[in-house]
């Protein structure tokens, strides 16, 4: 799913993405998280991309979400999670930073 994510963006030129998991019961390692978004620069995304991820409740998805979001950071990828797809929307179509 990512590829095809990241393919999309180079297509298009996009600079926004959401991510809508709220269908998840559990989630990749913390690992695989983080190896993720640490090929993000290799895999040509962006940096100017801004990532909205939308998580489940249950509690193993909201820690990687978390740990998603901390790891984007520390790569200087501006994501930021949420409880809401309609939150999620807002801060993506806003000027604010994470």
Not at 15 to 31: H, I, K, Y
């Amino acid at each position: 799913m990512t590829e095809r994510a990241i393919a999309l963006l180079k297509e298009t030129q996009a600079t926004r993405v959401l991510g809508d998991c709220r269908e998840l019961d559990a989630g990749p390692s913390l690992g695989a998280v983080y190896w993720l978004v640490n090929d993000y620069a290799d895999r040509g995304v962006p940096k100017e991309t801004r990532i909205a991820l939308v998580h489940s409740e249950a509690p193993q998805v909201l820690e990687l979400a978390q740990f998603y979001e901390t790891v984007c950071f520390n790569r200087q990828y501006e994501a930021k999670t949420f409880r809401t797809r309609a939150a999620a929307e807002a801060w993506l179509c806003s000027g604010v930073a994470a």
